[in-house]
């Protein structure tokens, strides 16, 4: 492959928060990467540990760094923020207690190009979701900039969390047919008490709450690209896939919120 020079093939955007017992890890494996044709953009949502000052320092010692810093606004207007500063070719979002495998960018961007994707979905066991993805997390995909710039309306939305990335990675999966694949990108999730999906569980109410918001969410959308006809499959397999099979027969509800959601699915009908 020619490499072109002075060309930022790849933003790598990780919010964070609070994230100082992982954060150097997390870091060291994007700058280890064998692409070195990168950005890394941080950003700092109102860390209260030693987050900032980690990042700071990384910035001062590799011009490849951005750090920005935002009062603590969500996850959603944290990467929102750091796709706005972007100027690599592709878009790839991490979280910022994982780390990425040394040819996790390489193998993503020569995907993205050989098949010229808009998505590339990155990871065996995501890639076998293909052809029907309702939605992906952030890390199992690499973004085309030009795509998302196309589509500049499609955010991560503000206040929603759980299933922001679910929100955000529907949207965008119904607007091309250009998705491809990397089975060989190794992304390594880690596991820990503090877990974002393991907090959110134990604030089922709250999460259910907000499903009415996500459908409210889809419906402006589907309406303002003139989708339902043509995208119908598609959206019922988000509605079955994240309210109800992964919400619903994971979180632990209790009798009332159970009964929330059959009033839900019969308005959902």
């Not at 002075?6 to 997390?26: G, Q, R, S």
């Not at 690209?225 to 509605?239: N, S």
Request: hydrophobic share 40%; charged share 25%; glycine share 4%.
């Amino acid at each position: 492959m020619i490499v072109e020079k002075n060309k930022i093939f790849v933003t790598v955007i990780i919010p964070v928060y609070n994230a100082e017992k992982f954060l150097v890890e997390t870091i060291e494996s994007v700058l280890n990467q064998s692409l070195k044709e990168f950005e890394l953009i941080l950003i700092n949502d109102g860390s209260v540990d030693d987050s900032a000052s980690i990042c700071e320092e990384y910035q001062n010692n590799d011009s490849r760094i951005q750090y920005f810093s935002q009062a603590n606004s969500g996850v959603s207007i944290a990467r929102n923020l750091g796709l706005s500063k972007a100027i690599g070719e592709y878009i790839f979002f991490m979280d910022s207690d994982d780390t990425i495998d040394r040819e996790f960018l390489k193998t993503s961007y020569v995907a993205a190009k050989e098949q010229n994707n808009d998505i590339t979905i990155i990871g065996e066991e995501f890639c076998k979701r293909l052809p029907h993805a309702p939605a992906l997390p952030t890390w199992a995909q690499l973004l085309r900039l030009g795509f998302l710039e196309k589509y500049s309306d499609i955010k991560f939305p503000a206040g929603i969390q759980p299933c922001e990335d679910g929100l955000f990675s529907h949207q965008l999966i119904a607007l091309t047919e250009n998705i491809g694949t990397n089975t060989k990108g190794i992304y390594h999730y880690r596991h820990h008490e503090d877990q974002n999906h393991l907090t959110i569980n134990k604030n089922s109410d709250k999460v259910i709450q907000q499903i009415p918001a996500w459908l409210q969410i889809l419906d402006n959308f589907y309406e303002r690209y003139q989708l339902y006809k043509t995208k119908a499959l598609h959206l019922a397999l988000f509605i079955e896939h994240e309210p109800f099979e992964f919400r619903y027969l994971e979180m632990p509800l209790d009798s009332q919120q159970k009964f929330f959601y059959i009033v839900l699915s019969k308005t959902i009908c």
